[in-house]
């Protein structure tokens, strides 16, 4: 039987799920492990340049415990770990691909002045 929301129980539940992605670099990773792709911490950490090692590893524990991503470790020298999504974070992909379509329909008067096409206005016409 689907559960039935009210506007209050509604909005906690969004909260609840928002808390589960909620972090600077959670997403990102998200969309390097979607296709069942399975990656390696380094190769994770190649893949997004900015993240610190200290970050990566606290957001992809998060993300296990969450039941977002599986960490596989295998015992050998030197040390292999290699992520990838359990179905239920994969199943977040199509999610992801509509918020990223909806984002992309914001009409352009709308848009932030912070974005990186935004950022010579700020500049006053420098880049």
Not at 60 to 89: F, H, M, N
Not at 98 to 114: C, E, L, Q, V, Y
Request: charge should be positive.
């Amino acid at each position: 039987m689907p559960k039935r929301y009210t506007p209050t129980s509604a909005a906690a539940d969004v909260e609840a799920a928002l808390r589960l992605l909620e972090g600077r670099w959670k997403l990102v990773i998200l969309f390097h492990l979607f296709g069942g792709k399975v990656m390696r911490f380094s190769d994770l950490e190649r893949a997004i340049p900015n993240i610190t090692q200290k970050m990566l590893g606290q957001q992809l524990r998060s993300l296990a415990a969450d039941g977002i991503v599986v960490r596989t470790a295998y015992p050998q020298v030197p040390p292999k770990v290699e992520y990838c999504l359990t179905p239920w974070g994969q199943s977040l992909c199509p999610t992801l691909d509509a918020i990223m379509k909806w984002a992309d329909r914001r009409p352009a008067g709308r848009r932030s002045a912070t974005r990186p096409d935004r950022l010579r206005l700020l500049n006053h016409g420098q880049a």
